[in-house]
């Protein structure tokens, strides 16, 4: 993180296009996915509250361009993600997982599992 910054100052200035946040038990606080520069990050709340502050958010994925959009024929539809949304707790992942989906060119819906990392 740059000197004299903050992780809001990083949040705030970043092209977020899309995001999501949500509360974790497994994590005791809230997480935030966001969408910046094709890209899936995630940050956390370092007081548990959902105002945050907020750590430093960290790339876990990077997002494509779903290779059937360029076939899918409508020259209006954009082949860029987005509706990145998180799905905790779905398809049996538990707090130390999360199950990442977002959509392109109005045709396809990728997802993807995170797997979080045990810091002991």
Do not use: R
């Amino acid at each position: 993180m740059p000197a004299g910054s903050s992780s809001e100052d990083i949040i705030a200035s970043a092209n977020i296009s899309a995001g999501k946040f949500y509360y974790s038990n497994f994590h005791q606080t809230y997480v935030a996915l966001l969408e910046i520069s094709f890209a899936g990050w995630l940050s956390y709340s370092t007081t548990g509250l959902p105002v945050g502050p907020w750590s430093a958010p960290v790339k876990a994925f990077d997002i494509g361009t779903d290779p059937g959009c360029h076939s899918y024929g409508n020259a209006n539809e954009s082949t860029l993600p987005y509706y990145l949304t998180a799905h905790p707790g779905w398809y049996g992942t538990d707090g130390s997982q999360l199950l990442v989906g977002w959509a392109q060119c109005a045709a396809y819906v990728t997802m993807t599992t995170v797997n979080f990392a045990t810091v002991s």
